[in-house]
């Protein structure tokens, strides 16, 4: 039931670009993402509903395609603040998952 | 604005002890939900309510339990503690029926010696 996310781990020079794939295996209601630094709780990025809409969040948007229940993350220009680990969360109903996690790592 | 409330904020316990672990939601959320995440790993989901009835059971061992009060808090319990629930427990509300975002405590960082 645990939403399989790729890649698992990701190291990027400051102001590349990354996309990060979260799918499941259910039918999904929405898509969350979460950002999670090393000790502390996750920080809610944003929500996706289903209909296939895309949304956007400073320079970090996604997009979720409810028929094939995958969701994307792009992080454009990526900065050093944008390092942590990702997880999408994906609503089912009356269940809640997240995903196995993408770590990012942004370097100067 | 109100926020998760989880305490402890450390724990620490011997082996074969117990531990309650305690999660005050924030008001008129639904849901509320246990996670345990191990050094590097990511959460994994341990157990949850909606509306005070558990909704859902993941990964939970035996030796623990939980339940959601009458004032909504909720509390997990875990006994004959082993070295391998060291870990970060998080809990989350939301008001799940909204497909609202969860919001987190700051967790309890268990150790058992």
């Known amino acids: 039931q645990q939403p399989v996310q790729s890649p698992q781990a990701v190291i990027l020079r400051e102001g590349e670009d990354a996309v990060i794939n979260c799918s499941s295996s259910?039918?999904?209601?929405?898509v969350h993402w979460y950002r999670q630094k090393h000790g502390e709780a996750p920080v809610f990025l944003m929500i996706l509903l289903k209909g296939g809409e895309q949304k956007g969040h400073e320079k970090i948007s996604a997009s979720f395609n409810e028929k094939k229940q995958q969701s994307s993350l792009y992080l454009t220009a990526s900065q050093l603040s944008y390092s942590g680990t990702y997880f999408c969360g994906t609503d089912t109903g009356n269940q809640f998952y997240f995903g196995t996690g993408t770590s990012l790592t942004v370097i100067p | 604005a109100a926020g998760v409330i989880q305490s402890p904020r450390h724990l620490i316990k011997e082996k074969r002890e117990t531990a309650t672990l305690k999660c005050y939601p924030i008001?008129?959320?639904?849901?509320v939900y246990w996670y345990q995440q191990g050094p590097g790993q990511d959460p994994q989901f341990l157990i949850s309510f909606y509306e005070k009835m558990q909704s859902d059971k993941g990964s939970i061992p035996d030796r623990f339990s939980a339940q959601q009060f009458s004032d909504y808090h909720s509390e997990l319990n875990m006994s004959s503690l082993e070295l391998g629930d060291s870990a970060l427990y998080f809990c989350?509300?939301?008001?799940?029926?909204?497909?609202?975002?969860?919001?987190f405590g700051s967790g309890t960082q268990l150790s058992v010696l």
């Open positions: 008001p008129r959320h639904d849901t």
């Open positions: 989350a509300s939301s008001q799940l029926r909204r497909r609202e975002k969860l919001f």
């Open positions: 259910k039918a999904l209601y929405s």
